[in-house]
T-cell receptor, first 115, second 114 residues
């Protein structure tokens, strides 16, 4: 079974609008970490935001927030007030201790911001 | 500056010619790993290492070797590259214990095997 599932290969959003990128995960471990990364066309991987499984509140970092629904095993990334520079690939990832603290990545979502 | 450094950034080689992609980190991280990125498949882990002299296979280890003789270095070796190993490769490092720290990535190596 896939550890991380991203079901949206591509998304479009109007500039200044908010967009949600979906991510579901699969783990039986009560302790885990969830991460989002951005990959612009230049190729580098940029860490955006982290959510711990025991965190009571949703993580936020500037215009990025993580909609964490533990019972549904979902960790969706919300980008508010989209900018042209947000056009990129976005990857969801998970880290869990029962597999040696490895990172597992999803297949990514390509986001295009339309002016 | 804290960083993960991969070399080379770009490499074109011929089938069967052994190559090494180097990876070095200056953050004293225990955990290091290699990924390949292919369109539609995301990042797939090739090998990872939890510490010096400790390495383990990831999801797609066939055709690759690694070594971890020093904490800071984690080279990826392709003994006999084939065209299906044409890909974008990333090295990453992180603190080894706990699930609370992110992975730091190198700049990527775009490999073409002809």
């Amino acid at each position: 079974a896939q550890k991380i599932t991203q079901t949206q290969p591509g998304m479009f959003v109007q500039e200044k609008e908010a967009v949600t990128l979906d991510c579901t995960y699969d783990t039986s471990d009560p302790s885990y970490g969830l991460f989002w990364y951005k990959q612009p066309s230049s190729g580098e991987m940029i860490f955006l935001i982290y959510q711990g499984s025991y965190d009571q509140q949703n993580a936020t970092e500037g215009r990025y927030s993580l909609n964490f629904q533990k019972a549904r095993k979902s960790a969706n990334l919300v980008i508010s007030a989209s900018q042209l520079g947000d056009s990129a690939m976005y990857f969801c990832a998970m880290r869990e201790p029962n597999t040696g603290n490895q990172f597992y990545f999803g297949t990514g979502t390509s986001l295009t911001v339309i002016p | 500056e804290a960083q993960v450094t991969q070399n080379p950034r770009y490499l074109i080689t011929v089938t069967g010619k052994k190559l090494t992609v180097t990876c070095s980190q200056n953050m004293n991280h225990e955990y290091m790993s290699w990924y390949r990125q292919d369109p539609g498949l995301g990042l797939r882990q090739i090998y990872y290492s939890m510490n010096v002299e400790v390495t383990d296979k990831g999801d797609v280890p066939e055709g690759y070797k690694v070594s971890r003789k020093e904490k800071r270095n984690f080279p990826l070796i392709l003994e006999s590259p084939s065209p299906n190993q044409t890909s974008l490769y990333f090295c990453a490092s992180s603190h080894g214990t706990g699930v609370y720290t992110e992975a730091f990535f190198g700049q990527g190596t775009r490999l073409t095997v002809v």
